[in-house]
């Protein structure tokens, strides 16, 4: 009966380590259906989220680039438009996204731990609103389809990394 009792014990104890352990989560997949499939996953391993390039025309978000830490991710989408360009803050990390689409992106509002808004695109079509999950995490990589412009994009939520050489 001891032997059942510990047993049970060291379970249930496995089991909410294993739920606290779990930071992660996904927002989206936010717009139209067209387009190839990008993922920034591998950039994540560069570094947290430093800056952000967006390329947008008078109706939607063209391109989008993400610098991980001091490298550049691979740039999607078209190339028309007007290139606009920021730069996180130190320990700055993004903890929102908004935006609109109807068909392709429209406006991405990517929204930081130190209170800013950084918006880009046109304010018409279908809203969203991506948050994380999980408290204390913040936005580590973007995925999404893209072709001349932005077709959706999705947003994945993580820790921000403990420790980052490159940043």
């Given at each position: 009966?001891?032997?059942v009792a510990l047993l049970a014990l060291l379970c249930a104890s496995a089991s909410a380590n294993a739920i606290q352990a779990r930071s992660s989560s996904y927002s989206g997949e936010y717009g139209g259906g067209g387009g190839k499939r990008f993922s920034h996953s591998g950039n994540q391993l560069d570094g947290p989220i430093t800056a952000l390039r967006v390329r947008v025309n008078n109706y939607y978000i063209v391109g989008l680039q993400v610098r991980y830490g001091?490298?550049?991710?691979?740039y999607v989408g078209g190339r028309s438009g007007d290139l606009e360009e920021i730069f996180l803050h130190p320990g700055e990390s993004v903890i929102q996204v908004s935006g609109k689409y109807k068909g392709y992106l429209k406006k991405v509002v990517f929204v930081t731990d130190k209170g800013r808004y950084l918006?880009?695109?046109?304010?018409?079509?279908t809203?969203?609103?991506?948050?994380p999950l999980h408290p204390n995490t913040v936005l580590r990589f973007i995925s999404?389809?893209?072709?001349?412009?932005?077709?959706?994009?999705g947003l994945h939520w993580d820790v921000y990394p403990s420790i980052c050489s490159s940043c």
């Open positions: 009966m001891l032997t001091k490298v550049w991710s691979d918006a880009f695109g046109k304010d018409s079509g809203s969203f609103n991506a948050v999404g389809r893209s072709g001349s412009v932005i077709d959706a994009i």
